[in-house]
């Protein structure tokens, strides 16, 4: 009998169909519609690093006693963090899947405190999403990618819980750095997370947001590096995010190597039945495949010889553009 049942970061899903951060998990009620939808999982709308430092920084007044501010510092902080660990304990009290939470961050700073908090709250995993650009000068080779490695470090000494890493795709070798995270105990990876789209208005000439939302043309980055990073480091599990728009893109992740996908921007550009129209059609492929299980199919297409990948791109770049009329 053909199940959808996947393991990702050590932990069971019923099928692979995460529902990412954002604000269609930012409550309790609707991540229990979420759930009655039939997500996987869950991972809860980030805490960012900003919200807790720069709100606790803009309250605590500089002309009170050093005593006054630091107390209101510390109160603000705490805060914060307490509203996050009613989202935890609320969500796991309605839902029947896993939740994960999620912090945003850029740095190796207090807020690692908090991981510990988290986990007490009940959070089944713990996702961080390091989300920074380099554009420094005088950027030092391989510090942003260390700085990957000692948050990893940081958090795994405050807590038992598996933590996720979802990484950018700003990365030299996202390879290399996924083999130290492993290394340095990262239970599994999600490619790619999403940066702000900048555009320019010309008319305003101005600079306004652009398109928010992914598009199907965004999976082929995950594809390609999920495929290239389970046939190097096939010792944790990977998660595709962004440009999964259909429920063929599924199945692609998990053919390059994924063990479950994480989704947004469908589900705001449709509804939750999207979930169950995503895992109907995951059954009837496996069935027509006669695949009983995910890891019967899973990374059967991922790059087997790591040594050959630049060789084969680029072959099949040539033999597309020459071939074309």
Known sequence: MTTLETSFAGLKLKNPIIVSSSGLTDSAAK???LAESGAGAIVLKSLFEEQIMMEADWLGDPNMYPEGSDYLVGYIRQHKLGEYLNLIRDSKKSCNIPVIASINCYQNADWVDFAKQIEEAGADALEINILALQTDVEYTYGSFEQ????ILSHIKKTVNIPVIMKLGDNLTNPVALINQLYANGAAAIVLFNRFY???IN??????VSGNVFSSEADLSKALRWIGIASASVGNLDYAASGGIHSPEGVVKAIL?????VEICSVLYQNSYSTIAEFTRFLN???????????NQFKGILNVNDPKGINTFERTQFLKYFTSRD
């Open 147 to 150: 700085r990957h490695i000692d």
């Open 31 to 33: 991540n229990q519609k």
């Open 197 to 199: 789209q900048p555009d």
């Open 202 to 207: 010309i008319e305003k000439m101005t600079q």
């Open 284 to 294: 009837s492929w496996m069935d027509f495949k006669g695949m009983k299980s995910i």
């Open 256 to 260: 390059a190597g994924a063990s479950a």
